[in-house]
């Protein structure tokens, strides 16, 4: 007879649901979730998307080796407008693989495995955080995607974090992709990009503003500055990937 029945130790209902139903990674749907939950990567495309650890910058979120809490590059640029950066990966071709699946076909399910380990960036140094506020999408590009993948990234970190998403900031006009635009021209295109619709969200608020990817930090910059302008006390960043940049 089943030990369970036998008197031997129970199943929980994860277990039992995990005979019944087999579990997959959502990236590559064949792997085995690497924790064995729902919804969690396999080993395998863990270790093809390495996660930023060890000595971080505090400024940009990237790896740094050394003493200080900002990498040479960030001390010698101006000093952004928010208070910290976090990064979960670094920015890798397959990374990246993942973040377009994800973001423009359609993979909307990533959000739950991404939201999920960004969840464990934040640590005891960190505030506590009154809102997140995921980076908007103008209406166009939302009608034309179906979809602002910031912001289902920010609903999976609400989950984890306990923090409600906010979404005071607005698109005032169309901009064209930043990936395909060198650091001048990125700045230039993002400049005067966002207002807010409700600045009481922002009074008095530390904010956690999230997007996809941060390269050269030109739209997030953007967005805290209006955020901060509109009362905000604090806004720190996180982003899902961050590209080295030492």
Same mark, same amino acid.
């Given at each position: ?67 200080? /809490? ?21 920015? $890798?071709?397959?990374?990246? /693989? ?44 939302? =009608?034309?995607?179906?979809? *602002? ?25 169309? $901009? ?12 230039? *295109? ?9 600045? $009481? ?7 956690? =503003? ?8 030109? $739209? ?17 960043? =996180? ?8």
């Amino acid at each position: 007879m089943p030990a369970a029945v036998c008197g031997g130790p129970k199943l929980s209902l994860t277990d039992a649901l995990q005979m019944l139903l087999p579990l997959s990674c959502p990236l590559c749907g064949k792997g085995v979730p690497f924790d064995g939950t729902p919804n969690m990567f396999c080993c395998e495309c863990m270790e093809k998307m390495p996660m930023i650890r060890g000595k971080v910058c505090r400024t940009c979120g990237a790896e740094v080796d050394g003493i200080f /809490d900002s990498c040479t590059e960030c001390m010698n640029s101006p000093k952004p407008p928010w208070t910290r950066a976090y990064a979960l990966f670094k920015y $890798t071709d397959e990374v990246l /693989d993942c973040i377009h699946l994800f973001k423009y076909r359609g993979r909307t399910e990533l959000a739950r495995p991404l939201g999920r380990l960004a969840a464990g960036l934040p640590d005891a140094d960190s505030p506590r955080y009154d809102c997140i506020v995921p980076v908007p999408l103008h209406w166009r590009r939302f =009608l034309m995607r179906g979809y *602002n993948q910031s912001r289902l990234f920010a609903e999976q970190l609400s989950k984890y974090l306990h923090v409600p998403v906010c979404s005071p900031l607005r698109r005032r006009r169309p $901009t064209k992709q930043q990936a395909f635009l060198t650091k001048k021209e990125r700045n230039s *295109n993002i400049a005067g990009a966002f207002s807010i619709s409700d600045s $009481t969200v922002a009074e008095m608020c530390s904010i956690l =503003l999230v997007d996809d990817v941060m390269t050269t930090g030109a $739209t997030l910059r953007e967005a805290a500055v209006v955020l901060l302008k509109h009362g905000a006390e604090r806004v720190d960043v =996180l982003v899902i990937a961050r590209r080295q940049r030492n």
